[in-house]
C-alpha cells in the first residue's frame, strides 16, 4: 500500500518568514496530493491540492510543488502569519483511500 | 457548504462497553469513511464506505465494526471498549474518488 512520510513534525518560525513542509510518497499510481489545515480544536480543511498533471500551483500566500519523478510534494507558505499556526496533513490517493502524513506543527511566533 | 456532523463532541465510556459513533453528511456523498486521530501518528483509517452496505477495512479495523445502512449515516461500532481505544474519532465524506474530503467536527472518546 501507499506510504506517506512528512517532514518536519514540528516547525517554528518567526512571522513574516516562509515556511516549508515536505512529504514523500511510494506508490507511483498516486495521482491526487491534497494539503489539510487543522486548527486548534478545529476539524482539518482542504487548503490547496495538486494532481499529477501539474507540477505547481498556487492560492495567494500559499503554494504546492509537486515531483513526480522523486515521488515528493511540498507546501509552501510565503509571509507566514500568527494565524497560519496549526497542523498540516499532507496526503496522497490513488483511488478512493486517501493516506495521510503524521502532520506538521507549525508555529508562528509574532 | 457540505456539512458534515457526528453525534457527540465529547464521550466517556468504561471498558467493555458498546460504544456507537454515529457521523451523517447532507451533502449526498458515495464516500465515507471513519479516521482516528492520535498524536505524532496522524490520520489512520478505521472503515470506508463508497455505497450503501458496502465497507472497507483500513489501516487498523481490529476492535471496530461499521454500519452504512443510509448514504448520509456511516456508524462506527466499538464492540467492547477498551482503554487504548480511547482517542480523537474523525468522520469524513467525499463525492467521489480523488477528490477533496470534507471532516466532521471529531468525537473526543475516553474509555476508563
Known amino acids: 500500500g501507499e506510504n506517506v512520510e512528512q517532514h518536519p513534525s514540528t516547525l517554528s518560525v518567526q512571522e513574516g518568514d516562509s515556511a516549508v513542509i515536505k512529504c514523500t510518497y511510494s506508490?507511483?499510481?498516486?495521482?491526487?496530493f491534497p494539503w489539510y489545515k487543522q486548527e486548534l480544536g478545529k476539524r482539518p480543511q482542504l487548503i490547496i491540492d495538486i494532481r499529477s498533471n501539474v507540477g505547481e500551483k498556487k492560492d495567494q500566500r500559499i503554494a504546492v510543488t509537486l515531483n513526480k519523478t522523486a515521488k515528493h510534494f511540498s507546501l509552501h507558505i510565503t509571509e507566514t502569519q500568527p494565524e497560519d499556526s496549526a497542523v498540516y496533513f499532507c496526503?496522497?490517493?490513488?483511488?478512493?483511500?486517501?493516506?495521510f502524513g503524521r502532520g506538521t506543527s507549525l508555529i508562528v511566533h509574532p | 457548504d457540505v456539512k458534515v456532523t457526528q453525534s457527540s463532541r465529547y464521550l466517556v465510556k468504561r471498558t467493555g462497553e458498546k460504544v456507537f459513533l454515529e457521523c451523517v453528511q447532507d451533502?449526498?456523498?458515495?464516500?465515507m469513511f471513519w479516521y482516528r486521530q492520535d498524536p505524532g501518528l496522524g490520520l489512520r483509517l478505521i472503515y470506508f464506505s463508497y455505497d450503501v452496505k458496502m465497507k472497507e477495512k483500513g489501516d487498523i479495523p481490529e476492535g471496530y465494526s461499521v454500519s452504512r445502512e443510509k448514504k448520509e449515516r456511516f456508524s462506527l461500532i466499538l464492540e467492547s471498549a477498551s482503554t487504548n481505544q480511547t482517542s480523537m474519532y474523525l468522520c469524513?465524506?467525499?463525492?467521489?474518488?480523488?477528490?477533496?474530503?470534507?471532516f466532521g467536527p471529531g468525537t473526543r472518546l475516553t474509555v476508563t
Open positions: 496526503a496522497a490517493l490513488g483511488s478512493y483511500i486517501p493516506t
Open positions: 506508490d507511483s499510481a498516486s495521482n491526487y
Open positions: 451533502m449526498d456523498h458515495e464516500n
Open positions: 469524513a465524506s467525499s463525492l467521489g474518488g480523488g477528490l477533496e474530503q470534507y
